[in-house]
């Protein structure tokens, strides 16, 4: 099946500093998705972005299908930024429907 | 619109029990999927439903099973519980039958197996 990789594993930065976390993938996607796991367990979705950059407020993202890699930038970040940070993709070869495989995270502190 | 919700939240059980736990997707999506987190495992689906059918399997015993309604609303059962089925179970919900939709996750249900 198809592996997604994310770097880095782990990020400590100063509030107020820029990031960048990384995530790659082996095969074509047509669904990408990065999401931030709060401390409760919830998976808030970012960004649905299987190609193009978006943005929103100091989130951004960019996935170059072609070269099958995803980056998330976080801008002056904050104390609320802290937590794990997934990539998951869908593809068609994983038997269709809407069959998510997540990356295995970013877990990211942001200290003041 | 009503997010994702889960029910319950919190549970623990003992080895050889079984357990139902349930999800209610956000109004007028069709397709429930459901993902099981452990810090060994990280995030693996389980399998996916839509209109009553399941339509995605995960490499899962056949100890976990579920179940869609015609409302939507999905349940999953695990039997037989064993110590390394205590984790977060994460369902998502999503319009459709393409996996280009976006798909919107609950709270989850944190399991804990004594």
């Known amino acids: 099946g198809i592996q997604v990789e994310q770097s880095p594993p782990d990020l400590i930065l100063q509030e107020g500093a820029n990031s960048t976390l990384r995530c790659n993938f082996s095969d074509s996607v047509n669904n990408l998705q990065w999401f931030h796991q709060n401390p409760w367990g919830q998976l808030i979705n970012l960004f649905y972005i299987p190609s193009g950059t978006k943005q929103n407020g100091r989130l951004s993202a960019t996935t170059v299908a072609t070269e099958r890699y995803s980056l998330l930038y976080i801008s002056s970040s904050q104390t609320t930024d802290s937590g794990v940070y997934f990539c998951a993709v869908c593809n068609r070869r994983t038997g269709g429907g809407n069959k998510l495989t997540f990356g295995t995270g970013t877990q990211l502190k942001v200290e003041l | 619109k009503a997010g994702v919700t889960q029910t319950p939240r919190y549970l623990i059980k003992t080895r050889g029990q079984q357990v139902t736990l349930s999800c209610s997707p956000i109004?007028?999506?069709?397709?429930v999927s459901w993902y099981q987190q452990t810090p060994g495992q990280g995030l693996q689906f389980l399998f996916e439903y839509f209109s009553e059918t399941q339509r995605n399997k995960g490499n899962f015993p056949g100890r976990f099973s579920g179940r869609q309604f015609s409302n939507s609303r999905s349940e999953m059962n695990v039997s037989t519980l064993e110590l390394g089925d205590s984790a977060l179970y994460l369902c998502a919900s999503s319009p459709g039958q393409v996996s280009t939709d976006t798909q919107y996750f609950g709270p989850g249900t944190r399991l804990t197996v004594l």
């Open positions: 109004s007028g999506h069709r397709s």
